[in-house]
């Protein structure tokens, strides 16, 4: 399977929105990346239902929604009503997790999880069955343009295993400091999915860069 790009709107111009979400439209990139933070489960506040649903009316592309904030339960139906076509929860802030992505998908979308990076992917292994995508925070969530932590090529070869060896359908995705430095080993290690904010947006020619994670190149 070729590998997806997701672009991470986090990193893009908020007070020229509409134009950042043209050129990911035109691009290869293949998901939207929307990150939901609360400042409470990370130290940084980002957007809310407002912002998703203008970027649902104006973008060709899927929105992935990365929800790092607590007692997500609260809102699951909402962010599908505002555009969420993946949505995605914090391991460490769900008690009842199999009850919450199990509610995901009757709502129609497809349901991931993020795993910090001290949290274990051992952990998932009874919740693989009931989900589309595991999330591996390649930094601390919270802030784009952070370093990649390089611990986190062990953590996607156990995660790779463990799906392969259980026969699951679940896709890979990782999120923080991702570049075309990186890109190629994480794909090479048993990733699917690539989110990219600051690569992307701070580089000379965003799309150009989204087509080079896109080639590996
Ligand atoms: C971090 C967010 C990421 C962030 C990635 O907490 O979950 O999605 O936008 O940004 P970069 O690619 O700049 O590390
Ligand atoms: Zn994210």
Redesign the pocket.
């Known amino acids: 399977m070729d590998h997806f790009v997701s672009t ?1 709107i ?1 990193a893009a111009d908020f007070g020229n929105l509409d134009n950042d979400v043209s050129m990911v439209n035109e691009s290869v990139a293949d998901w939207i ?3 939901i933070m609360d400042g409470l489960f990370v130290p940084n506040i980002s957007f809310g239902f407002p912002v998703i649903e203008h970027v649902k009316k104006i973008a060709k592309k899927p929105l ?1 929604v ?1 929800l ?1 904030i607590v007692d997500p339960d609260r809102y699951l139906a909402r962010f599908r009503d505002a555009g969420a076509n993946i949505l ?1 929860v914090q391991y460490e802030a769900c008690t009842h997790l199999q009850r919450t992505v199990t509610e995901i998908r009757n709502l129609g979308m497809k349901a991931g999880v ?1 795993l910090n990076p001290h949290t274990p992917v051992a952990l998932l292994k009874n919740t693989l069955p009931y989900i589309d995508m595991v ?1 591996i ?1 390649t930094v601390n ?1 919270g802030f784009g343009g952070q370093s990649f932590i390089t611990e986190s090529y062990n953590k996607i070869a156990d995660l790779r295993k463990m799906i392969d060896d259980g026969g699951h359908k679940v896709m890979i995705e990782v ?2 400091g991702i570049d075309t430095t990186n890109a190629r080993k994480l794909i090479e290690t048993g990733v699917n999915v690539l ?1 990219a ?1 600051n690569s992307v947006f701070s580089s000379k020619d965003p799309c150009e860069t989204i087509r080079r994670l896109k080639k590996l190149e």
Request: aromatic fraction near 0%; include cysteine; hydrophobic fraction near 35%.
């Open positions: 991470s986090l990346h929307c990150d992935d990365h790092m995605t993020a999330l925070m969530p999120d923080g989110v904010g």
